[in-house]
C-alpha cells in the first residue's frame, strides 16, 4: 500500500432531496476544472443538519471518505467570500459549502460552485504534525522554563526507584532477562503471562501493531496521542479518522466507528482531551475479527483505574497498552507493556528485535508494579485529582478559556482565542505549555496543560492573566 496523505475537504451543501449523483456531479466537475483528483479527496463537510442528507451521505460513502458535520453556529463564525443571506436565514450560516470547507483549518482553494440542487467548495486539508509531541515545548530551555507541556509527572523517578534502577546497572554484562518483570506484570493484572509483551514504552508497541497485526481497514479515534496514525501511516496503511466533537465533550458515539473496521485505535482517558470513556461502551466495540487498541498509557493516573480494560479476558481482541513512563518518570528509560491475546502478543513478539528492553527498564518495571508501587500510584492518582480540580476551578475565573469535556487525566485541555499568541506570552512568563493544533480533530485555539501542584498552578494562573491581558490589547 501507498502512503497516505490528506489533501483537500470538499465542503458540501444541497436542497432537500438533493440527489448522491448530483452531489457527485458537482464534486467532480469542480475538481476536474481545478485540476484536482478525487484520489485526493480526504472528507467531505457540511452543516450538522445536513449530515442525514441522504444525496451527501451517499456521495461521502460512494467518494470512500467520511462526512463531517459542523454545528450551524460554528459555521456562522467562519468568514466566507460569498455569503448569502438567504443560506443564512435557511441554515444559519452563510454559505454551507465554503464555511464547511474552512471550518478544518486550511485555505479555499475553489470557491462556492452551484449546481441546481446543490453546492460545494474546495480548501486544503489542515496536515496536523503528527510528530510533534509535548518535549518540543521544552526542548533547548535548559529548565528555564516550568513545564506544563509534557505529561510526565514531576518529581519522579522517586529516591527508591532511582536506587533500584542504579543497583540494576552491575548487571549490564549481562543480556536482558525480561522472565521476571513479564511474570510480574502479569500477576498485577491477574492474566497468564502469555498474554504479556513487554516494550520500550507505548511508542514501540504502536510500531508493532502497524506491522505486524496486518490490519486492513484501521481506524483512529481522534482528538488523540498521534503515535498510532503516524506508526501506521510510517507502515503503509490508509488510515480513517473518527473525528469526535468538542460540542459533545469529545464523548465517544460507538456508531461512529465503521462497522468493518479491523482495527480500532482510543486512548482512556485520553490524550489530550483527559476525557474517561465507560469501560463498556469500548468493550461494545469489540466485534469478531476486529483488535480493539485501548491506550492507557494514563489509566494508572485516575483513581482506582476505574474504566480500565487492563486483565479483562472476556473482551474478544482486546489489546491494552499501558507505560510506565507518565508516572515513574521513566520516558528516558522507555518501559510499557501490551496485554493482548497470545496469538496476538505472539505477533508481536515476533516483529520485536531481539532484547528490546533493557536490564535497569526490565528492573523498573517489576518495581512499578509492586504492591507498594501500585499503592503510591493510587495515592498520586489522587492527588492529581485534588490538583486538577483547583487548576480547573481557577480557569473556570476566566471569561476567555473554556474546558470542553470532563477532564479525568493528568492534564487538562483549554480553548481560547488568540492560543498562540498566549502560549507564546506564557513562554515569556516562564511556562511551556502544549499546543493543541498537531492533534488531528482540533486547531489551533486550543492548548493543553498539565497538572502540578497548588503552588505551581497558583503561578501559572497568575501568568495566564497576565498573558490574556496582554494578548486583549
Same mark, same amino acid.
Given at each position: 500500500?501507498?502512503?497516505?496523505?490528506?489533501?483537500?475537504?470538499?465542503?458540501?451543501?444541497?436542497?432537500?432531496?438533493?440527489?448522491?449523483?448530483?452531489?457527485?456531479?458537482?464534486?467532480?466537475?469542480?475538481?476536474?476544472?481545478?485540476?484536482?483528483?478525487?484520489?485526493?479527496?480526504?472528507?467531505?463537510?457540511?452543516? #450538522?443538519?445536513?449530515?442525514?442528507?441522504?444525496?451527501?451521505?451517499?456521495?461521502?460513502?460512494?467518494?470512500?471518505?467520511?462526512?463531517?458535520?459542523?454545528?450551524?453556529?460554528?459555521?456562522?463564525?467562519?468568514?466566507?467570500?460569498?455569503?448569502?443571506?438567504?443560506?443564512?436565514?435557511?441554515?444559519?450560516?452563510?454559505?454551507?459549502? #465554503?464555511?464547511?470547507?474552512?471550518?478544518?483549518?486550511?485555505?479555499?482553494?475553489?470557491?462556492?460552485?452551484?449546481?441546481?440542487?446543490?453546492?460545494?467548495?474546495?480548501?486544503?486539508?489542515?496536515?496536523?504534525?503528527?510528530?510533534?509531541?509535548?518535549?518540543?515545548?521544552?526542548? $533547548?530551555?535548559?529548565?528555564?522554563?516550568?513545564?506544563?507541556?509534557?505529561?510526565?509527572?514531576?518529581?519522579?523517578?522517586?529516591?527508591?526507584?532511582?536506587?533500584?534502577?542504579? $543497583?540494576?546497572?552491575?548487571?549490564?554484562?549481562?543480556?536482558?532477562?525480561?522472565?521476571?518483570?513479564?511474570?510480574?506484570?502479569?500477576?498485577?493484572?491477574?492474566?497468564?503471562? #502469555?498474554?504479556?509483551?513487554?516494550?520500550?514504552?507505548?511508542?514501540?508497541?504502536?510500531?508493532?501493531?502497524?506491522?505486524?497485526?496486518?490490519?486492513?481497514?484501521?481506524?483512529?479515534?481522534?482528538?488523540?496521542?498521534?503515535?498510532?496514525?503516524?506508526?501506521?501511516?510510517?507502515?503503509?496503511?490508509?488510515?480513517?479518522?473518527?473525528?469526535?466533537?468538542?460540542?459533545?465533550?469529545?464523548?465517544? $458515539?460507538?456508531?461512529?466507528?465503521?462497522?468493518?473496521?479491523?482495527?480500532?485505535?482510543?486512548?482512556?482517558?485520553?490524550?489530550?482531551?483527559?476525557?474517561?470513556?465507560?469501560?463498556?461502551?469500548?468493550?461494545?466495540?469489540?466485534?469478531?475479527?476486529?483488535?480493539?487498541?485501548?491506550?492507557?498509557?494514563?489509566?494508572?493516573?485516575?483513581?482506582?483505574?476505574?474504566?480500565?480494560?487492563?486483565?479483562?479476558?472476556?473482551?474478544?481482541?482486546?489489546?491494552?497498552?499501558?507505560?510506565?513512563?507518565?508516572?515513574?518518570?521513566?520516558?528516558?528509560?522507555?518501559?510499557?507493556?501490551?496485554?493482548? #491475546?497470545?496469538?496476538?502478543?505472539?505477533?508481536?513478539?515476533?516483529?520485536?528485535?531481539?532484547?528490546?528492553?533493557?536490564?535497569?527498564?526490565?528492573?523498573?518495571?517489576?518495581?512499578?508494579?509492586?504492591?507498594?508501587?501500585?499503592?503510591?500510584?493510587?495515592?498520586?492518582?489522587?492527588?492529581?485529582?485534588? $490538583?486538577?480540580?483547583?487548576?480547573?476551578?481557577?480557569?473556570?475565573?476566566?471569561?476567555?478559556i473554556s474546558v470542553a469535556g470532563v477532564a479525568e487525566g493528568p492534564f487538562v485541555l483549554i480553548r481560547v482565542a488568540g492560543a498562540a499568541e498566549v502560549r507564546t506570552r506564557l513562554r515569556a512568563l516562564g511556562f511551556a505549555v502544549r499546543r493543541g493544533d498537531t492533534f488531528p480533530g482540533l486547531d489551533s485555539s486550543w492548548l493543553r496543560l498539565a497538572v502540578r501542584d497548588r503552588a505551581t498552578t497558583g503561578r501559572l494562573l497568575q501568568a495566564l492573566d497576565?498573558?490574556?491581558?496582554?494578548?486583549?490589547?
Amino acid at each position: 500500500m501507498g502512503e497516505y496523505v490528506t489533501k483537500l475537504v470538499v465542503g458540501v451543501g444541497g436542497r432537500a432531496g438533493v440527489s448522491v449523483a448530483e452531489v457527485c456531479a458537482l464534486v467532480e466537475e469542480t475538481l476536474r476544472g481545478a485540476g484536482l483528483s478525487t484520489g485526493a479527496v480526504a472528507a467531505l463537510a457540511t452543516v #450538522e443538519s445536513k449530515t442525514l442528507e441522504a444525496g451527501i451521505a451517499g456521495a461521502a460513502e460512494r467518494f470512500g471518505v467520511p462526512l463531517i458535520g459542523y454545528p450551524a453556529e460554528e459555521l456562522a463564525q467562519i468568514s466566507v467570500p460569498h455569503p448569502s443571506g438567504a443560506v443564512r436565514e435557511a441554515t444559519g450560516t452563510a454559505s454551507v459549502a #465554503e464555511a464547511a470547507a474552512l471550518a478544518g483549518g486550511g485555505e479555499l482553494l475553489v470557491p462556492k460552485r452551484r449546481s441546481v440542487a446543490a453546492t460545494c467548495a474546495v480548501a486544503t486539508a489542515q496536515e496536523h504534525d503528527l510528530r510533534h509531541h509535548g518535549d518540543a515545548e521544552v526542548v $533547548d530551555a535548559g529548565g528555564a522554563l516550568v513545564d506544563l507541556a509534557v505529561n510526565v509527572r514531576s518529581d519522579t523517578p522517586p529516591p527508591w526507584l532511582r536506587r533500584r534502577i542504579a $543497583d540494576s546497572l552491575g548487571s549490564l554484562a549481562a543480556y536482558p532477562d525480561g522472565r521476571a518483570a513479564r511474570a510480574a506484570v502479569a500477576a498485577r493484572h491477574g492474566l497468564p503471562v #502469555e498474554r504479556v509483551l513487554l516494550t520500550a514504552g507505548a511508542a514501540e508497541a504502536f510500531v508493532l501493531i502497524a506491522r505486524a497485526l496486518g490490519a486492513v481497514r484501521p481506524v483512529v479515534v481522534h482528538p488523540q496521542f498521534t503515535e498510532p496514525e503516524a506508526a501506521l501511516r510510517d507502515a503503509g496503511h490508509r488510515v480513517e479518522r473518527v473525528v469526535l466533537r468538542a460540542a459533545d465533550g469529545f464523548r465517544l $458515539d460507538p456508531a461512529a466507528v465503521p462497522e468493518d473496521a479491523d482495527l480500532v485505535v482510543v486512548g482512556n482517558p485520553t490524550n489530550p482531551t483527559s476525557v474517561l470513556h465507560p469501560a463498556g461502551l469500548l468493550a461494545a466495540l469489540a466485534r469478531p475479527g476486529r483488535l480493539l487498541v485501548v491506550d492507557e498509557a494514563f489509566m494508572d493516573a485516575v483513581p482506582g483505574e476505574r474504566e480500565a480494560l487492563a486483565g479483562r479476558m472476556d473482551v474478544p481482541g482486546l489489546v491494552v497498552l499501558r507505560s510506565l513512563t507518565k508516572t515513574w518518570g521513566l520516558a528516558g528509560l522507555r518501559i510499557g507493556y501490551v496485554l493482548a #491475546e497470545p496469538e496476538v502478543i505472539g505477533k508481536l513478539a515476533a516483529a520485536q528485535p531481539l532484547w528490546p528492553v533493557s536490564t535497569p527498564a526490565l528492573v523498573a518495571a517489576e518495581a512499578c508494579v509492586a504492591p507498594a508501587a501500585l499503592a503510591e500510584a493510587e495515592e498520586a492518582a489522587r492527588r492529581i485529582a485534588v $490538583d486538577r480540580a483547583h487548576l480547573l476551578a481557577g480557569l473556570a475565573e476566566f471569561e476567555e478559556i473554556s474546558v470542553a469535556g470532563v477532564a479525568e487525566g493528568p492534564f487538562v485541555l483549554i480553548r481560547v482565542a488568540g492560543a498562540a499568541e498566549v502560549r507564546t506570552r506564557l513562554r515569556a512568563l516562564g511556562f511551556a505549555v502544549r499546543r493543541g493544533d498537531t492533534f488531528p480533530g482540533l486547531d489551533s485555539s486550543w492548548l493543553r496543560l498539565a497538572v502540578r501542584d497548588r503552588a505551581t498552578t497558583g503561578r501559572l494562573l497568575q501568568a495566564l492573566d497576565h498573558a490574556l491581558t496582554l494578548a486583549a490589547r
